[in-house]
């Protein structure tokens, strides 16, 4: 591994691992010796990181210069922590580990004073009831969103009859006890609804939408926010 990736991994192990973190346990995870790791626990704080700790202590990253310095509100890093938390009840395992190394990229960027708050917010989220999980193709949803590319889905409505649909993706909403797809029926020709837990398979397809699915996205909201 090339020293400058060693050196980012090193940084994100520093910004999401319990701290203090033994020299063990950060060498263990970047997968280098602990030789190596010392080595580079110098480089970084000769880059500007400020690393407190050293060899039988473990070390703290308390500045980081791969981040920009940030100020927050004590009511603003409780909005943030309760938001990110949320999407950790609520989202599948890739969204739900985005959020926490969301949420330690953002602490990372804070005086020690507000990261105290961080740690100690006081307002805390949890879902007894969890929306069904979602479907193994939800990556490839978002990706597609994204990427402005069609889908091809096997779809099973409310009777069990299963459908096989192209369309165009637009947004994935998150409702109370469900996920749904917004998206551009090619078989129905209006905009859809598709409830992820009924989707029983989704193919990408070669076939791009852009730049449409912004003023397409904007066009179904409006007709919902109308119908409501």
């Known amino acids: 591994m090339a020293k400058s990736d060693r050196l980012f991994r090193l940084l994100h192990l520093l910004?999401?691992?319990?701290?203090?973190?033994?020299?063990?346990r950060l060498a263990e995870e970047a997968q280098v010796s602990e030789r190596t790791l010392y080595r580079d626990i110098e480089a970084l704080r000769a880059g500007g990181a400020l690393i407190d700790g050293a060899p039988g202590y473990g070390y703290?990253?308390?500045?980081?210069?791969?981040l920009?310095?940030?100020?927050f509100s004590r009511l603003e890093v409780e909005a943030l922590v309760l938001g990110l938390a949320e999407v950790r009840q609520t989202a599948d395992p890739a969204l739900a580990r985005a959020s926490e190394v969301a949420l330690?990229?953002?602490?990372?960027?804070?005086?020690?004073?507000?990261?105290r708050h961080a740690a100690h917010a006081v307002l805390q989220v949890y879902r007894f009831n969890r929306p069904p999980k979602a479907?193994?193709?939800?990556?490839?949803?978002?990706?597609a969103c994204w990427e402005e590319r069609a889908l091809d889905?096997?779809?099973?409505?409310?009777?069990g009859a299963?459908?096989?649909r192209r369309v165009l993706p637009l947004s994935v909403v998150f409702l109370d006890h469900a996920q749904m797809l917004l998206a551009w029926c090619n078989l129905r020709q209006d905009y859809r609804k598709f409830m992820l837990q009924r989707i029983r398979d989704v193919r990408p397809t070669g076939e791009s939408f852009r730049p449409r699915r912004v003023p397409m996205l904007r066009e179904v909201l409006a007709q919902m926010r109308n119908r409501a």
Do not use: S
């Open 104 to 115: 330690a990229k953002i602490i990372a960027t804070l005086p020690e004073r507000v990261q």
């Open 60 to 66: 703290t990253l308390t500045e980081d210069p791969a």
């Open 153 to 159: 889905l096997t779809y099973q409505d409310g009777d």
């Open 15 to 24: 910004r999401t691992l319990p701290q203090p973190v033994t020299a063990a």
């Open 135 to 143: 479907p193994d193709g939800l990556g490839l949803i978002r990706e």
């Open 68 to 71: 920009p310095p940030q100020m």
């Open 162 to 164: 299963l459908t096989e």
